[in-house]
């Protein structure tokens, strides 16, 4: 199983939150990688991973020219953040296959939610909360179904329909 995380702010994006999620994971015998692209602080959690012992379970690859062979190699992408006003990552990673688990305060979560409320992260500090998120799309046939409803939603995207929402965002917090 393979994690994908990516951002440009990592603290303001959930990293630490995640990490945590993970060392419950590594704890309780998951097989597992966590990939991680961007940037943001990674001297702290470079330290943080090591102090976690998850240096064989997680890469950080740092500012990539191209992000899409993450996405790729990724089965679920997990953005526990604590703010985003859309995150057009989410959408990346759904357009690449992933199977998407965001917080809340991710403006793309409207998206997500409309694939499965399960999917939505409702307190991104909760770090119990990410992990079971994780272990309810860890199945290779749940991430399967997950993955389908993706492919259905993911052509009625329009750069008009992406907008719009933005728009409404904006308008319900200006």
Known sequence: MVLGFVSTNHKLKGLDYLLDAVKILKDKDY?????????????YFEKRIKKL??????VMFGK???????????????????????????????????VPIVSKFCGASEIVESVDKGLIIE????????YS?????FD???REKIKEKVEKI?????????????????????
């Open 31 to 43: 097989k597992f990688k966590l990939v991680i692209a961007g940037s943001g602080s990674e001297t």
């Open 53 to 58: 012992g998850l240096e064989d379970d997680v």
């Open 64 to 98: 990539l020219s191209n992000v899409r062979e993450i996405y790729q190699a990724s089965d679920i992408f997990v953005y526990p953040t604590l703010f985003d006003t859309f995150g057009y990552v989410v959408l990346e990673a759904m357009y690449c296959g992933c």
């Open 123 to 130: 307190d991104p500090t909760d770090k119990s909360e990410i």
């Open 133 to 137: 998120k994780i272990c309810e799309h």
């Open 140 to 142: 290779e046939i749940e």
């Open 154 to 174: 993911i052509p009625t995207l329009s750069q008009e329909d992406i907008n719009e929402k933005i728009e409404s965002i904006l308008k319900e917090y200006c």
